[in-house]
């Protein structure tokens, strides 16, 4: 067994023992600094003023069952239990991780006063600065109005939020939305239709220091004969693998979703939610003769551990209206039909992209935080005649987790909801994109299972009278900062 990793195992055994030694206290002698020395005795400031060596190198501890492995729990009788935590450099043993992502990468590195490194603090790899005005160009149609992109947030160095628009619309600054949220050291995604400048290019701000991802799944442009016109269907449940028979899919597992649509659909509108993962990984949804297995090159949604977390994508079916789901991580799979798109339907909708607008936001004065089983109306201000509203909704702050979900005020009853349209963790900001039916007057209404804040941004809405149409694309990574 390599001497870094028998180094190891005495740190695992004896850094509890260091921190009742701080309290016990009395000063000794300051020994010859050296990789095998740890600290005793600090002084009021926190450095150091006694170095020792442990009584003992050797341990009678097998060899980890795993190269890199580390000793977490150690007895006179050697190791109890080996791990792979990623937050010790084994390359450099003295530096431990003070902040570990919930992706596995260390964003800040620290010694502690306890042990005395051997080199100096590994590089740690940040995302994009905080305020950071970001230009992508998503290769969309030359006629396109928009671009539906499915935006991921990795590693923030802290919570925050990205907004997305048209370049010449996007200032620097704060922003009065968002197209994003995510919490620190995190990966998270939300889709989107961001608004293009007339060189078919859009822009991404980021309130915090985060790495971006963004993956086109198609555009909107004007009316032409092969475009595709919206086909809105009531939500219905089309998958959900926590309900026997089904089972939890194992990593790198590809499942199979028959939504129901009919003949001739190119690409269906659907929530995916990723409910308890056992690690932090991602999903890919595309048409089933697509999908092949291994990693994916792109992603339909993010997910954690132990969470429940929705994310709305545009998904190509195959001739019989399926699709298929990689999951990279074990994880249980609901999904959620909104609607389809197609050419050729009768009653289908056009789109009309609007200036993206704050509808709602109950954190701001006369409104309050809605209780659990609350019912939120929003008025979207919407023109009369939109069957649909494309909307981001936004969970801040809940107490604790649970759901939203939204539909037309007028088929929206109290009480527990058999669809979602998005998720939410306690104390945490969330936010997943979604086409909620409108009532007549042009609003719609929001049930919430737990008490949670509430923030819309409307992006567009869907009619008879929409002159927009939606060209799919197959998923493509347009922007990737790490």
Known sequence: ?????????????????????????????????????????????????????????????????????????????????????????????????????????????????????????????????????????????????????????????????????????????????????????????????????????????????????????????????????????????????????????????????????????????????????????????NKCSVLTAGPQTKSSGNHGVSTAIANLAVVPVDSDGSFCIYNQQPVNLVVDLQGSFTSNASGALGFTLSTPSRRLDTRVAPLTRPGAGAITKVNTGIAPGATAALVNLTMVEGTAAGYITADKCSALVPGPQTKSAGNFTALSAIANLSVVPLDADGSFCIFNSQPVDLVVDVQGAFSQTGAERFFPLAPTRVLDTR
């Open 1 to 285: 067994m390599p001497c870094a990793i028998r180094r190891w195992v005495w740190l695992a055994t004896i850094t509890s023992v260091v921190a009742v030694l701080v309290v016990a206290g009395g000063v000794g002698q300051k020994a010859l600094a050296n990789d095998y020395y740890v600290c005793q005795i600090f002084d009021l400031q926190g450095q150091c003023i006694d170095w020792y060596p442990p009584p003992s190198f050797t341990t009678t501890s097998p060899d980890p069952p795993v190269a890199g492995a580390i000793c977490d729990t150690a007895t006179d009788l050697g190791c109890q239990r080996w791990v792979l935590p990623a937050f010790y450099d084994l390359a450099n043993w003295g530096w431990m991780c003070d902040f570990n992502s919930k992706t596995g990468k260390c964003l800040h590195w620290t010694w502690g006063n306890r042990i005395k490194p051997t080199g100096p603090a590994p590089v740690v790899l940040i995302g994009l600065a905080a305020e950071t005005v970001t230009t992508v160009n998503p290769g969309a149609g030359a006629n396109a109005s928009a671009v539906l992109a499915n935006l991921t947030m990795v590693d923030g160095a802290a919570p925050g939020y990205i907004t997305a628009d048209k370049c010449s619309a996007l200032l620097a600054g704060p922003q009065t939305r968002s197209n994003g949220n995510h919490d620190s050291g995190e990966a998270i995604a939300n889709l989107s239709v961001v608004p293009l400048d007339t060189d078919g290019r859009f822009c991404v701000y980021n309130q915090v220091s985060v790495n971006l991802l963004a993956d086109v799944q198609g555009y909107f442009a004007p009316s032409t004969a092969d475009g595709q016109l919206f086909v809105q269907s009531a939500p219905s449940r089309k998958l959900d693998t926590r309900i026997p028979p089904l089972t939890k899919p194992p990593a790198g597992s590809i499942t199979k979703v028959a939504t129901g649509v009919v003949p001739g659909t190119s690409a269906v509108l659907v929530n995916l939610t990723m409910v308890d993962g056992a690690t932090p990984g991602y999903i890919t949804a």
